[in-house]
C-alpha cells in the first residue's frame, strides 16, 4: 500500500492551490485520512481530516479557506486550499489508516510536498 501526496507549489499570497493524497494497492478500505503541515522551525500540526462518511474536521487556523473532500472510489483526498496566506508556507504531508483485509490496518504516511506562499 502506497499514499502518494501530490500538487504544491509556489504561490502568491491571496492564491489557490489544490493538494491530492492517492492511496493505491491491496487496500480494503481507507478510513479517515489527514492532512497534516509543518513549517521550519515549528510542530507538525494537524490541518484537516475527513473520516469515509465525508464528516470533516478543520484547525481553526483554516476554517472558511481550506476544504477537504475525498474519492471514495479513487481512495483519494483533496484538500482545496483558497485565500492563502505566507504563514500557510509548509511542507503538506497526508496520512490514513488504511485496512489491506477485514482485520488488518496500520497507519500510512505519504510524502510530504511543499507550498510556499509569497507575500
Known amino acids: 500500500v502506497q499514499l502518494q501526496a501530490s500538487g504544491g507549489g509556489l504561490v502568491q499570497a491571496g492564491g489557490s492551490l489544490r493538494l491530492s493524497c492517492a492511496a493505491s494497492?491491496?487496500?480494503?478500505?481507507?478510513?479517515?485520512m489527514y492532512w497534516y503541515r509543518q513549517a521550519p522551525g515549528k510542530l507538525r500540526e494537524l490541518v484537516a481530516d475527513i473520516n469515509s462518511g465525508h464528516t470533516t474536521n478543520y484547525a481553526d487556523s483554516v476554517k472558511g479557506r481550506f476544504t477537504i473532500s475525498r474519492d471514495n472510489a479513487k481512495n483519494t483526498a483533496y484538500l482545496q486550499m483558497n485565500s492563502l496566506e505566507p504563514e500557510d508556507t509548509a511542507v503538506y504531508s497526508c496520512?490514513?489508516?488504511?485496512?489491506?483485509?477485514?482485520?488488518?490496518?496500520?497507519?500510512?504516511w505519504g510524502q510530504g510536498t511543499q507550498v510556499t506562499v509569497s507575500s
Open positions: 494497492g491491496s487496500i480494503y478500505a481507507v478510513k479517515t
Open positions: 496520512n490514513a489508516l488504511i485496512y489491506s483485509d477485514r482485520w488488518s490496518s496500520r497507519d500510512y
